[in-house]
């Protein structure tokens, strides 16, 4: 069957998932790599070489919708569903004020883009900003990736970078072999665990403490979102400083977009604070540009959205958030854009569009009509610096009673991605667990399971000082002794359960604490 995508020419875009930068070019409904490109070399991950299957993805929003009265969903013009978004958005502010309005961004923007987003909560005059795709980030100065290739050594600190950076894997890979010092910080078994010069296994959320001294001036120190996540952004940014630190963003403008200024204002209710404002009745109105509350907290999502009086989703893939949708306007693919992203080394690339938006317009043409019908002209100042405090949430560790530690695997990042979803090669891949785990796993340690008497596919009972859980056993070498994993989608539930769920006041984001934890058969 033909794609009824066409692409103009062949136009130098990116890959739109992680934050390496991977510039490729788009024929049809393939994508390949450029040798010229100083990212991607030749070279690009399954999910890059998927990105010309976004273009035609069953799953791409064609029109604006308006939820009518009766629940279901009606087909409008852009510039009318636009119109109605002024107006309620007024009528909200004239009602309770501009502090009930909360605005979400994306890294799946372009530099432009998100600048706009921000303009759009000042004109609002709402403090309410921030994105869910902001989650671990840390402001680190950029560091070039090309100094991986010169590095005489490297430390990786709790990344598992053949599953989250392949390209930046693939360099590591390349320094192993012209005999660079490799030491990888971090409990699991992984590709890089069998390849580097020393495997240093701490507990989940120790890898900090266990990190060694500088291996000279020539050393480069890897990061990514997972240190963060278990609670010890803060702890990292004041621990880290004077050596040299490539922090690896998730997302591919995910450095692009907080330094654009979508991150929350002093005063303002961060993404997840937007959720639980919803649930006491003082957030009425969400606009969401590209981002998917759902994506790790389905639940507080679900409930936070029940209780928003108007909610406004503009993106070019389906998302759960849309099913909650007062009005839905069409985004655009990042293939589809003109504009700059920056990567994670603090490159700005710039995007040209391989073919026009499938529903012809881009998320910066329905944010510059819209302040425009607010009475706002596209013009915005720069946002100050992203900086955190010092606040940490120690790990806990484990005790005679509870001699488990249960953290995040951070392996499974991409497993309920909007455009994870959207692509028939990427979710393909990211599914496999779920043929035999359908709602999820724990991984346990071969030797421990042996010792414990646990079967794969056997129930695993958990029990923490705060609360227990019960998830099927996923018996792999991942998992070290002592140590547990639960994939990222189960953040929320298993975070709950355990009291594993708190909110980092330094970075203003959910994380879930390494656990202790007793195994139950």
């Keep these: ?211 060694p001294p500088a291996n000279g001036d020539g050393e480069i120190v890897l990061l990514s979102s997972e240190i963060a996540l278990h609670g010890q952004g803060a702890k990292a940014v004041e621990m880290l400083q004077g050596r040299n630190i490539m922090f690896l963003s998730d997302y591919v403008n995910q450095r692009g977009m907080v330094e654009a200024g979508v991150r929350p204002f002093p005063e303002g209710a961060s993404a997840y604070e937007m959720m639980k404002r919803a649930l006491t009745g003082d957030l009425k109105a969400l606009l969401v540009f590209a981002d998917d509350p759902f994506e790790f907290f389905p639940e507080l999502a679900a409930e936070a959205f029940e209780k928003i009086d108007f909610v406004v989703v503009v993106d070019s893939v389906k998302t759960s958030a849309m099913k909650y949708a007062h009005v839905v306007l069409p985004g655009a693919l990042l293939a589809e854009k003109q504009g700059t992203f920056t990567n994670c080394e603090g490159r700005v690339q710039t995007l040209e569009p391989v073919t026009p938006p499938l529903a012809g317009v881009t998320e910066r043409q329905i944010l510059e009509q819209l302040l425009s019908l607010l009475g706002e002209s596209p013009e915005g100042s720069d946002a100050p610096p992203f900086s955190v405090n010092s606040v940490t949430i120690e790990p806990e560790n484990p005790t005679e009673e509870r001699p488990f530690v249960i953290a995040l695997d951070s392996g499974t990042f991409w497993n309920r991605h909007a455009l994870a979803k959207a692509s028939v090669t990427v979710w393909r891949e990211v599914r496999r667990p779920f043929v035999d785990f359908p709602n999820g796993y724990v991984v346990v340690n071969p030797e421990d399971a042996r010792e414990l008497g646990i079967r794969m596919f056997a129930p695993v009972k958990m029990e923490s000082a705060e609360g227990e859980i019960t998830l099927p056993a996923n018996i792999d070498e991942r998992a070290a002794r002592g140590t547990l994993l639960v994939p990222m989608f189960l953040w929320e539930k298993v975070g709950k359960a355990l009291g594993a769920l708190q909110f980092d006041t330094s970075l203003r984001i959910p994380v879930f604490r390494p656990t202790a934890v007793k195994v139950v058969k």
């Design 1 to 211: 069957m033909e794609s009824t995508v066409q692409v103009a020419h062949l136009a130098t875009t990116v890959c739109p998932f992680c934050g390496v930068g991977c510039g490729l070019v788009v024929e049809g409904e393939s994508a390949f790599p450029l040798r010229s490109h100083p990212i991607t070399q030749g070279s690009l991950s399954l999910r890059g070489w998927s990105t010309g299957e976004l273009l035609r993805s069953p799953l791409r929003v064609k029109s604006a919708f308006v939820k009518s009265h009766d629940g279901s969903r009606q087909p409008v013009d852009i510039s009318q569903a636009l119109q109605l978004v002024a107006e309620r958005l007024q009528a909200i502010r004239d009602r309770y004020g501009s502090e009930v309005i909360g605005v979400l961004g994306s890294a799946r923007l372009t530099n432009e883009e998100n600048r706009l987003v921000r303009q759009l909560a000042v004109a609002l005059g709402t403090p309410h900003l921030d994105s869910f795709q902001r989650l671990g980030y840390l402001p680190f100065a950029p560091v070039g990736l090309e100094q991986l290739d010169e590095a005489s050594a490297i430390t990786v600190l709790g990344v598992d970078l053949a599953n989250r950076h392949p390209q930046v894997f693939k360099r590591v890979s390349k320094a192993i072999k012209r005999g660079a010092t490799v030491r990888f910080v971090d409990s699991r078994q992984v590709q890089l665990a069998r390849l580097a010069t020393e495997h240093v296994r701490p507990l989940p959320g120790q890898e900090l403490t266990a990190l």
